[in-house]
């Protein structure tokens, strides 16, 4: 079977994103990257600032309600539809709730050959860098670092703490059928 789908799983600033623009160039049909940014970024203000939305609380703690796995749970059917419709797909997430997230994308990817792929990075590394992004509560990076590989089963890892996107994204793009 061909790999239809890649899920990157990374804490905060682990360099997914890096790794899926990196993907898209090395691989040689056109792969779609989505992200669980692009989700947030979709969903009104009112849903960043609300219990039954997403929190994101000073320390860099994350808490998620019922309205938004709703709408990541028709936001998961959604990229399931494209990938089944022919589209190749990678998927930059952070799994909070480690093995519950995984299998959440599990259920929604029945059927499709997917890829699972943790992304690593040392805590103080990815801590760097999202003080250099500047859109990130701090503490994030520090505070995901762990509990997103938490019972999560891969069929691949790669650590960005010393490599860059690039290499990390040909390791990945040589497991791909």
Known sequence: MTTQVIVLNGGSSSGKSGIARC???VLPDPWLAVGVDTLIEAMPVS???SDAGIEF???GGVSVGPEFRTLEAAWMAG?????NAGARIIVDEVFL???ASQQRWQKALGGLDVLWVGVRC??????GREIA????VKGMAVSQ???????VLYDLEVDTTHSEALECARTIAAQTR
């Open 97 to 99: 709730g480690g093995a």
């Open 145 to 151: 670092a762990e509990v997103v590989h938490q019972g």
């Open 79 to 83: 990229v399931t539809a494209m990938a």
């Open 47 to 49: 849903m960043q600032t």
């Open 57 to 59: 609380a000073a320390d």
């Open 133 to 136: 992004r500047g859109n990130r």
């Open 23 to 25: 993907l898209q160039a």
């Open 122 to 127: 040392e805590s103080t590394v990815a801590a």
